[in-house]
């Protein structure tokens, strides 16, 4: 991740690799998405960047957008108690207090994120900038409640807002 902000004309400048390395972690763990939203530069502005990694998920075939839903943690699970998230993610988890869970609200999104991986075979996703644990709790009951396909669908749509939201920090407007 780039100590500050980037402008749109540095990140249409780089190299294909040094691109890839800077945001192949937009995407938790898939740097193929920075890969194919490099082929779409030069970009007009940061929104157009954020389309770019959006339609490189969407256009995806069904077994990458699970591989991409996959590779992300758990809300306040075992990767955060073991400080082994990525830092955005940890700093999202954070923002809506995800760090400082009770003892009751802890084993409540334990019992929850398994409920979930048990229906679905994924991960719940959430974007969490701007929510807080209530807020989040309410999202995992509306949702256990989808059809898979419907969920999908929704994981994915959540997965683009996680992306536009970290281009957000990265690159200046």
Do not use: C
């Not at 939203?37 to 929104?47: C, L, S």
């Not at 943690?73 to 954070?94: H, M, T, V």
Request: charged fraction near 30%; proline fraction near 6%; charge should be negative.
């Amino acid at each position: 991740m780039p100590a500050v902000p980037m402008s749109v004309e540095a990140v249409n400048a780089m190299s294909r690799e040094d691109f890839v390395a800077a945001f192949g972690d937009i995407a938790e763990h898939s740097p193929w998405v920075a890969e194919k939203a490099a082929a779409r530069r030069p970009y007009a502005d940061r929104r157009a960047m954020a389309e770019a990694f959006i339609d490189a998920i969407f256009d995806a075939g069904e077994p990458e957008k699970l591989a991409l839903i996959r590779a992300h943690p758990d809300l306040a699970g075992r990767a955060a108690i073991a400080g082994e998230l990525q830092p955005e993610s940890k700093r999202e988890q954070a923002g809506a207090g995800l760090d400082k869970l009770t003892a009751e609200e802890f084993a409540r999104f334990t019992e929850l994120n398994q409920a979930y991986r048990a229906r679905f075979r994924f991960p719940f996703i959430l974007a969490v900038k701007g929510a807080d644990k209530h807020r989040i709790l309410a999202a995992f009951a509306e949702r256990l409640d989808n059809d898979p396909e419907a969920e999908l669908a929704s994981a994915i749509r959540q997965v683009a807002r996680i992306v536009a939201f970290r281009i957000d920090d990265r690159v200046l407007p």
